[in-house]
Each structure stands twice: as structure tokens, then as C-alpha cells.
């Protein structure tokens, strides 16, 4: 068997945890060092992984000739320095989206790397799922006939102003791009027109919910939906998540409830039912992919910073038409406070921030510090202080979950 990839991990937050743990589980990863800015982080790395290197100084990593992969988990606007530094090292890369806070900075990226022989993979995770491998494979059959209609739809009771979204957009940028991408790769075509419609629920600055509609350049049409605005303060909270290919001859659907998802197809030979677990982020498959593709020196399947770019673009220009559409709005600021204060006495629920308790050095009681090298745990401690009389551009710095 082939030497594992020597890894060094850049931002101990909640995504780069998450890959640590599933690289510890792969034969195909060796984690070499770990760089974080936060001291409790650091402190969690070590304890996480004792062989493991662990510092403050990223250039410690990219230094390290040993070491022929690095992890990108930080925030966008410090994406682009360190993929470039990456590249001059001669290591490939595994890293978040988007790959830069602005398009015209991505677009540069995208050529950079698309010039160099590194392989780079970038986390939208839709990609990985086994259940729309499953759809497209169905549909390549020609149970359903042509493709005709694309439904998406992602609507939670998650992530609210000041628990994540500002650093890279509002929730359809951020969150909405893995939708805008998965559409897109059904739909195996580039979108054409779209037309937005947000709404400024609580009155805050942002559309906490946008809708999409259009068509594709080879007749297909779609429709994206995608807000955190669904039933905060209800006793019971609930979701409704799904995807919708309509074809000339017949359909097929997935659910999913956070825990399994379910496919259901109706072809005109056949139909299929099946349910597996949902596999939130699928980073389990995405380490694997990397890491075979690495070994095989060919790409056996991980998505291209090309296809992230081209979702984080899109997504973009459909907020802006949803902006300029001026979405009206519902509700009040003393909503949006009644919200929040609820969110800080749950320890269970959807896209929940991991709080740290003091500031600067000590975990969340889960022992989970939240931040990831570079973000300012002190500067998000005071926004959550002086909340909600701050409400100019509150800057969390806590990530979630989509």
C-alpha cells in the first residue's frame, strides 16, 4: 500500500475538526500538523492529535517539505494568501468555499491553479452524497425521459445574524451555493436566466430567504429555495429539505431529515426506494476521493475549484437580483433578539454556534472551541455583548452547519 498524504491542517474550527476526525479513521492521511490562532484550539489539537505538530504560524506548514498537502478551514477573505503560498510550496490542496471573499479574486485563483500541476479540491459537499449519485444514475437510464425540471429546496430553522454568515456572505451565498451547484450538476449546463425573490424577515439588513427561478442554456429550468427562516420559536422545530427531477416520462425525489435520506424514483421500467444515512457533510467521502486521486495522480471524482467558483459567482448574482428586487420586509428587530436569546438556552438543534465560555483561552463546555486560525474569539464575544443594539455589521466569526 502507498504512504499516507502527510496533511498540515490550517484553522482547528468546527470544519477543520471535522476533517481531522475523519482523516484519523482513512489510511490514506497523516496529519501532520495542525496551525491555529486560538489558544484553547491549539490546546483541543493537541489532545486530539498527539503526533500531530501544533502551532500558531502557518508558515511553519507551508515551509515543511514534509508535508505535501495542507487543509484550508480559515475564512474566505485569508483563503487567497495561503492557497498561493500553497502553490509556491508545491502542495496540494483541500479547502473550504469559497476560495475568496470577492469573485474577481476566485476567478484569479481558479487560473492560477488550473496553470499549476497541484491538485486542489474544494468542499461543496452535494457532490459527495450517495443518494444523488444514485438519482443521476437512474436518470442516465432514461427512466424519466429528458430532464425537464430541477426543484431545490434547503429551508431550516438554523443559522441567524450573528452566528456565522457575515464573513462570507448571507445565508444564500454561503449556504446557498451547495444548492446552486447541485442544481447545476444535474442540470449538466450552465444557467442561463434567473429571476430572485428575498424577503428581509425581523427587518434585518440581509434576505434571510431567497427564491430562484430560471433556465439553463439546454431548456432546462429550475427553482432554488433557501432560508433560515422556518419556525424559530415553534415548540417543535422542523425543516423542509428536498430535491425535485421532473423529467418528460417520469420523477425522482430525495428527502432527508438530518439523520437518513430517502430517494424515491419513478422510472417507466422501474421504480426504486431507498434510504441510507444522510451523511451531513460527507467529508468521510471527500478525503477518500482526494486522497485515491492523489495516489492514482488522476482525479477519480472530487469537485474542482472550478465548479465551486462557478457556484459561488451565481449565487452571488442571483442575491444581488433578489437585492435589487427590493425584498420587503416582515417582522421586527425584537423578533430577531427573541430568537437569538432562545438559541443561546439550546445545547441541541439546527446550525447551533458552539460558544466558548471565556475569552480568550478556554473551550466551549463540549469542548469544542469554535474558532479557526486567524478569527478574532474576543472581537465575537464583545458583538454578542453589545447585541442587539450593534446592529451596523455584526461580525461572528463562529461557523455551522448547512
Same mark, same amino acid.
Given at each position: ?50 503526533? $500531530? ?5 502557518? &508558515? ?5 517539505? @514534509?508535508? &505535501? ?19 509556491? $510550496? ?8 469559497? /476560495?475568496? $471573499?470577492?469573485?474577481?479574486? +476566485? ?54 445574524? @450573528? +452566528? ?28 442561463? @436566466?434567473?429571476?430572485?425573490?428575498? /424577503? ?5 439588513? &440581509? ?69 441510507? #444515512? ?21 482525479? #477519480? ?6 465548479? =465551486?467558483?462557478?457556484?459561488? *459567482?451565481?449565487?452571488?448574482?442571483? #442575491? *444581488? ?23 443561546? @438556552? ?14 480568550? =483561552? =478556554? ?18 464575544? +464583545? ?12 461580525? =461572528? ?6
Amino acid at each position: 500500500m502507498s504512504k499516507p498524504h502527510r496533511i498540515g491542517i490550517i484553522g482547528f474550527g468546527r470544519m477543520g475538526r471535522g476533517f481531522v476526525s475523519v482523516m484519523q479513521q482513512s489510511p490514506l492521511w497523516e496529519i501532520a500538523a495542525i496551525c491555529d490562532a486560538h489558544a484553547g484550539a491549539r490546546q483541543l489539537a493537541a489532545q486530539t492529535v498527539p503526533a $500531530a505538530r501544533v502551532t500558531d504560524d502557518p &508558515d511553519s506548514i507551508f515551509d515543511d517539505p @514534509t508535508i &505535501d498537502v495542507v487543509g484550508l478551514f480559515t475564512l474566505a477573505d485569508a483563503r487567497p494568501a495561503q492557497i498561493r503560498k500553497a502553490l509556491a $510550496a508545491n502542495k496540494h490542496i483541500l479547502a473550504e468555499k469559497p /476560495i475568496a $471573499a470577492d469573485v474577481k479574486t +476566485e476567478w484569479e485563483l481558479v487560473h492560477e491553479i488550473e496553470a499549476s500541476d497541484r491538485f486542489v479540491t474544494v468542499n461543496i459537499f452535494n457532490r459527495n452524497a450517495w443518494y444523488h449519485k444514485e438519482i443521476q444514475a437512474f436518470i442516465a437510464e432514461g427512466e424519466i425521459g429528458d430532464l425537464a425540471i430541477i426543484r431545490v429546496c434547503h429551508m431550516t430553522p438554523g443559522h441567524m445574524p @450573528t +452566528e456565522g454568515h457575515e464573513p462570507e456572505g448571507p445565508p444564500f451565498h454561503d449556504c446557498g451555493m451547495h444548492y446552486v451547484d447541485v442544481a447545476r450538476w444535474y442540470a449538466k449546463s450552465e444557467y442561463k @436566466t434567473w429571476h430572485a425573490q428575498g /424577503i428581509r424577515m425581523w427587518n434585518y439588513k &440581509d434576505p434571510w430567504w431567497v427564491q430562484v427561478h430560471g433556465t439553463f442554456e439546454n431548456g432546462i429550468v429550475f427553482d432554488i429555495t433557501q432560508g433560515f427562516v422556518y419556525g424559530h420559536l415553534a415548540a417543535q422545530k422542523t425543516h423542509n429539505c428536498y430535491v425535485d427531477c421532473i423529467g418528460t416520462k417520469g420523477i425522482c425525489r430525495m428527502r432527508h431529515d438530518f439523520k437518513n435520506a430517502t430517494i424515491e424514483c419513478h422510472g417507466v421500467n422501474h421504480t426504486m426506494h431507498k434510504t441510507g #444515512l444522510f451523511n451531513d457533510k460527507k467529508l468521510d467521502v471527500m478525503v477518500d476521493v482526494f486522497g485515491r486521486s492523489l495516489h492514482a495522480g488522476k482525479n #477519480l471524482g472530487f469537485p474542482t475549484v472550478r465548479d =465551486s467558483v462557478i457556484a459561488s *459567482e451565481m449565487a452571488w448574482r442571483m #442575491l *444581488e437580483d433578489a437585492i435589487r428586487n427590493e425584498p420587503p420586509v416582515r417582522g421586527h428587530l425584537g423578533e430577531l433578539e427573541a430568537i437569538l436569546a432562545h438559541r443561546r @438556552t439550546l445545547r441541541e438543534g439546527y446550525g447551533l454556534p458552539v460558544r466558548p465560555q471565556e475569552c480568550p =483561552s =478556554s473551550p466551549d463546555p463540549i469542548g469544542q472551541p469554535p474558532i479557526a486560525c486567524g478569527e478574532d474569539l474576543c472581537g465575537m464575544q +464583545e458583538q454578542q455583548k453589545k447585541y442587539p443594539s450593534d446592529w451596523e455589521d455584526p461580525k =461572528s466569526n463562529i461557523r455551522g452547519v448547512c
